[in-house]
């Protein structure tokens, strides 16, 4: 009779809470997840592949493509890999540039997923001040560089653009008027008791599992593990004196709660940025080729991101290595589903903050002819 | 030009590992707290070079081992989890191997079966719509497995008749078992929220009260010429029987009194239990299955029968009572539940047992024998229990009937010595509740200088039956005298002997003992080159229909059943549940939430 003690039910590739392709099978007990068996690959769009053909130079804008949200990133640790490998030297100005732009993707990023996690407990008023509030980011975005989510404004050896002090004051003033707006919403996120009903305690990842499974970003600093990339002080962040968010309460709620504080910190950091940043150029053209592996890491919205690259004295990679915080979160999403209930399904998979296009973008081998 | 230098935290430190010292590497960067970031691979033509880059604090180790193509690379999964997903990736983008991944999709990451190559994408395909088919708690929770939301639903369809068949088919007794059963269905029953559960005991003796006849026209398989001996007439027995008959075995049923029933003939009392009704269901179950009946045949050894069956089960059922362990135990007028129960249900006599009685126990047959005795005329019986009512192994209702009925009951208090005067003088002693013991109970322990004497007629020993096997059995018994066998197969450790009910679990309920024997016939069967009997499935194409409107049904009452006046009880030995009627039965059948429903 045991046999048909357990239901399966399958998640995914295609389900209304998660618009991202991941497939889950939930194995589950009455209401309770028992196992999870993640199956991926539905999307893979062969940018590793891509990084190989195309002109070391022109793979930053490749490497935005890797993701829609935090895209302004990729291309800057694509950027900097390749620096590593030639040598080249990025002016002070850029390097504070960098910081800039990165804490505005990873503002758009976290106002995006607060809102989606509203959406995703059925908060819908939330959702919608939060989408709102986002769109002045999106704005500040199209002023810079013309395009309201693809920032483009990476080269090798710096930034292609620069802020003027229009831009710059243009910069201040929106951001106070977002984080007025964020500010407002404090109670909500540490006070509503819908809420935290329906996160407190859901999604358990201790801290211990948490280092073990490899948990990266706010999933492993929402249980407490005081670990962020950006202590390592790439670009200009070891001059900003930069502290990661910590919240011990290893749950849904908890994680909430980090990017809900990271927030803050982003518009802290860009005002500290604009103020510090010195005057100069923004860009040493390099002109060397690639030759040797290099890596670099820097801290996305998700958690850390690597890249590792391989270049062999032409103009050509051999090998680019792409490593999104997602795919070193899937195992820790595993853990934290187990245990729990059906309908707490889309707030531990949100808790993660999932972003399985950038996790499948490996190709297949095609056989080359002949 | 400013060039201002940053000072960064971070380095990168370069490791060369051979494939043989790899996993030395890396469990000393596991001691260091090391975090596995991915894994890279690097194509060499024929061979490959992967590069394990992990974190360090805030530095990045990078891990070189080169092997050639073809060798396989052992998994690190278990040293860190999250390399399953990386080494997957590997696996389907160098086409190589990497040997005890802890999740493998086999090379099928990112494609699926029958992809070619120019595939860039898997398609969104998930598995075919899962069929909703359950076998419904109550029959999970059932020891049989009777399928009782089937029967249920046959009732509320109007079909009783085809309910008992449903019934019978696992459990061959339903007219006994809707009287008797302890019913853990109900329990289970999703109903049981009100706490008023579909009554599926109830349910099951009204299919058994509207067959005009239990004697049915069952089909025989073709006789396989293979011989069987039965020992032991209780529910074991004949429910092994039946099967086995029904297989087309040849099957003599050995029974040492003069009729069938075992436990359920002395021990079940006749106001739970009319004795012409079981005798009926035995009968008929026996004519359907064509079974040979020897009665009076006191079964010491199996070597005889052996020699001229095929197979023999054994279902001699716990035939033995614990002892008081005080003095004067002996005298007359102590006597033990089973003597006094089989006097009144067996041989129907009705001993004089003085106005005064005394029962020591607090199972379910002690209940049997204070509301047998208050039947027999006694005025005060009183029950004595070592512990509370809360530990009480009877059921709550028994309990609740036994107190309607006068029965008075004597907690935290065991008996400590019995002297013959006149009358009885029972010496008993105040208990008080110690550490829990085996069975997870409080343990009781005596207080000291709380005896007491009280004066009775009669005292009803009632706590606990144990099994005696004779001793030219030959078959192994464990520590408490019952029979071991192998639980898959119940076969003892003589080959072709088979045993199963009380003698193999110790006193336990008709159902279960309906369980054994119905296990035993399935490989009794199997070892005489049948194909057993059917285990139970889930008949997917038997269509359910909708599902009822829970909301509409989930606070519609119980249907009570009819019962005998408590006054009216006490009189006389006459059924006191009085069963369903038709309209009865089809309301409480409609409140089934149909569990097992498929869409």
């Known amino acids: ?370 | 030009m400013t060039t201002q230098q940053f000072e960064t935290k971070t380095k990168t430190e370069e490791v060369v590992a051979e494939k043989s010292e790899m996993f030395n590497r890396l469990n000393e960067l596991k001691a260091q707290g090391a975090r596995l970031i991915t894994i890279t691979a690097l194509d060499h033509g024929k061979e490959m070079e992967y590069v394990y880059n992990f974190a360090r604090d805030l530095d990045v180790v990078n891990l070189r081992v080169k092997t050639p193509r073809k060798e396989p690379m052992p998994s690190i999964s278990s040293l860190y989890p999250s390399a399953f997903l990386f080494e997957n990736e590997l696996q389907d983008l160098f086409k190589i191997q990497v040997s005890g991944i802890s999740v493998d999709f086999g090379g099928k990451l990112l494609t699926i079966e029958g992809a070619d190559d120019t595939t860039l994408v898997k398609p969104a395909v998930g598995p075919a719509p899962f069929i909703k088919r359950f076998y419904g708690r109550c029959r999970e929770a059932c020891p049989g497995s009777v399928n009782a939301p089937k029967y249920i639903r046959q009732i509320a369809e109007g079909n009783p008749q085809g309910g008992y068949d449903t019934c019978a088919e696992r459990a061959p007794l339903p007219a006994i078992l809707g009287r008797v059963c302890f019913a853990p269905c109900q329990d289970r029953c999703r109903q049981e929220i009100n706490d008023e559960p579909i009554q599926i005991r109830l349910l099951k003796r009204f299919t058994a009260d509207s067959m005009p006849s239990l004697r049915r026209k069952m089909k025989r398989a073709k006789p396989t010429g293979k011989k069987v001996a039965v020992v032991g007439g209780g529910p074991a027995g004949v429910g092994c029987a039946y099967f086995l008959g029904l297989l087309g075995h040849e099957v003599t049923l050995f029974e040492k009194g003069d009729r069938c029933g075992g436990a359920m003939l002395w021990g079940i009392p006749k106001y739970r239990l009319p004795k012409d009704l079981l005798e009926d269901e035995l009968q008929a179950r026996l004519e359907e299955g064509g079974v040979t009946l020897k009665t009076k045949k006191d079964v010491k050894n199996l070597k005889t029968l052996k020699k001229e069956h095929d197979a023999v089960f054994v279902a001699i059922g716990a035939l033995d009572s614990y002892k008081l362990g005080v003095d004067g135990e002996d005298n007359k007028g102590v006597m033990d539940f089973r003597e006094l129960l089989s006097l009144v249900n067996v041989h129907d006599k009705t001993p004089s047992i003085g106005d005064r009685v005394a029962i020591i126990g607090g199972g379910n047959s002690s209940i049997d024998a204070a509301r047998v005795s208050k039947r027999l005329g006694a005025g005060n019986v009183v029950m004595y229990y070592r512990r509370t009512e809360k530990e009480m192994p009877a059921s709550p209702h028994e309990i609740h009937g036994a107190l309607q009925e006068g029965v008075n009951f004597e907690y935290l208090t065991a008996p400590v010595k019995i002297e013959r005067g006149k009358s009885l003088k029972l010496t008993l002693q105040q208990m008080e509740l110690g550490a829990p013991d085996d069975s997870g109970r409080r343990r009781p322990v005596p207080i000291k200088g709380s005896e007491y004497t009280v004066e009775v007629d009669t005292i009803v020993k009632a706590i606990g039956q144990s099994v005696i096997v004779p001793a030219d059995f030959g078959v192994d018994v464990n520590r408490q005298g019952r029979i071991v066998i192998d639980e898959e197969t119940m076969q003892t450790s003589l080959p072709g002997v088979y045993a199963g009910g009380d003698g193999v679990f110790g006193p336990s309920s008709v159902i279960e003992a309906l369980r054994d024997g119905r296990k035993a016939a399935h490989s009794i069967d199997v070892s005489l080159g049948g194909k057993g009997l059917p285990p139970p499935d889930l008949e997917m194409e038997d269509f359910v229909g909708r599902p009822p409107n829970i909301e509409e049904i989930r606070f519609q009452e119980m249907v009570s059943c009819r019962e005998l006046d408590a006054e009216e009880r006490v009189k006389g030995f006459g059924e006191v549940e009085l069963g369903y009627d038709e309209d009865e039965a089809l309301r409480e059948a409609r409140r089934c939430w149909k569990c097992d429903w498929n869409e």
């Open chain 1, 1 to 370: 009779m045991s046999q048909n003690k357990y239901t399966v039910i399958p998640f995914g590739p295609q389900h209304p809470v998660l618009p991202e392709p991941v497939h889950l099978r939930f194995v589950v007990d009455e209401d309770k997840i028992v196992d999870v068996v993640p199956n991926l690959g539905y999307v893979h769009r062969g940018i590793e592949r891509g990084c190989e053909i195309n002109d070391y130079k022109r793979n930053i804008y490749l490497c935005e493509r890797v993701c829609g949200i935090c895209n302004y990133i990729h291309g800057m640790t694509y950027s900097e890999a390749i620096e590593k490998v030639t040598g080249a030297e990025v002016p002070a100005r850029a390097k504070y540039l960098r910081v800039i732009w990165s804490e505005l993707g990873r503002l758009q990023s976290h106002l995006l997923w607060l809102g989606l996690f509203a959406d995703a407990i059925g908060f819908e008023s939330l959702f919608m001040q939060v989408w709102r509030d986002r769109e002045v980011i999106l704005t500040l975005n199209e002023k810079t560089n013309g395009h309201r989510i693809h920032l483009e404004t990476n080269a090798i050896g710096g930034c292609r653009k620069d802020i003027d002090e229009s831009l710059a004051k243009a910069y201040v003033e929106d951001l106070a008027v977002v984080r007025g707006k964020m500010e407002n919403l404090r109670s909500v996120f540490y006070k509503d008791s819908a809420l935290r009903a329906k996160t407190e305690g859901k999604g358990i990842l201790p801290k211990g599992k948490a280092a073990f499974l490899g948990a990266v970003g706010p999933t492993i600093r929402g249980s407490g593990v005081k670990t962020d990339t950006r202590m390592t002080g790439y670009e200009a962040y070891g001059a900003l004196d930069f502290e990661p968010i910590v919240h011990e309460g290893e749950d849904a709620y908890s994680r909430m709660l980090v990017r809900y504080d990271e927030v803050f910190q982003s518009f802290d950091l860009i005002d500290r940025a604009l103020k510090e940043m010195p005057e100069g150029p923004v860009l040493n053209r390099n002109t060397k080729f690639p030759e040797g592996a290099g890596i670099a890491r820097s801290e996305q919205p998700r958690g850390e991101l690597f890249y590792y690259v391989e270049g062999n004295g032409t103009n050509k990679l051999s090998r680019c290595k792409i490593r999104t915080p997602t795919a070193a979160n899937i195992p820790p999403l595993v853990s934290m589903l187990i245990g729990n209930e059906v309908p707490d399904i889309p707030t531990i998979i949100h808790s993660i903050d999932p972003c399985i296009s950038c996790t499948e973008r490996f190709v297949q081998v095609r056989k080359e002819e002949n």
